[in-house]
């Protein structure tokens, strides 16, 4: 499979092979970062209309950029802005069809037209999350939610976190 080829079929089968081809990267692997970077690249490059995923690490009490894939980020968001401090205050899966409709919405790409962002979870602490960007409005859905979520969840095993 070519890296940038996108995966087809229904979104079931979509993170069904997603699961796979993670579980295949973090077989032998357990360094947080180099399983984010990893898993970046495999939904950006898998995914269609995706134009960035990516990781932000919680550090204190903002959230800090991590391995992604895409145009250059926001460094640093606080934990309850934008999206991301949402998701991350909320400590559950956020979705946003428009985000110019997302109220304090932090546009690090305005080519970004809608968004989800997943938290990553360990026994209930918060360590960071997962977020994905699309350009085209209403990409994401629960069955995204579930399949990110599900994602997270396999890096979060795979991965030594603090």
């Known amino acids: 499979m070519l890296a940038a080829e996108r995966l087809s079929g229904t979104k079931q089968e979509i993170y069904r092979e997603l699961r796979l081809q993670a579980r295949g990267l973090f077989e032998r692997e357990h360094d947080g970062i180099a399983n984010a970077a990893n898993l970046a690249a495999l939904l950006y490059g898998r995914l269609a209309d995706v134009n960035w995923a990516g990781f932000y690490f919680l550090k204190g009490s903002e959230l800090v950029l991590g391995p992604f894939q895409g145009q250059p980020a926001c460094v640093r968001i606080p934990v309850g802005s934008g999206v991301c401090g949402t998701a991350a ?11 110019g409709k997302f109220p304090g919405h932090i546009a690090c ?18 360590l960071g999350v997962l977020d994905v960007d699309s350009p085209k409005p209403n990409r994401f859905n629960d069955e995204d939610r579930s399949g990110l979520e599900t994602l997270a969840a396999l890096w979060v095993e795979a991965s030594n976190c603090p």
């Open 89 to 99: 205050h909320r400590r559950e899966g956020v979705i946003v069809p428009d985000v």
């Open 109 to 126: 790409d305005t080519a970004s037209r809608s968004e989800i962002v997943v938290p990553l979870l360990k026994q209930g602490r918060l």
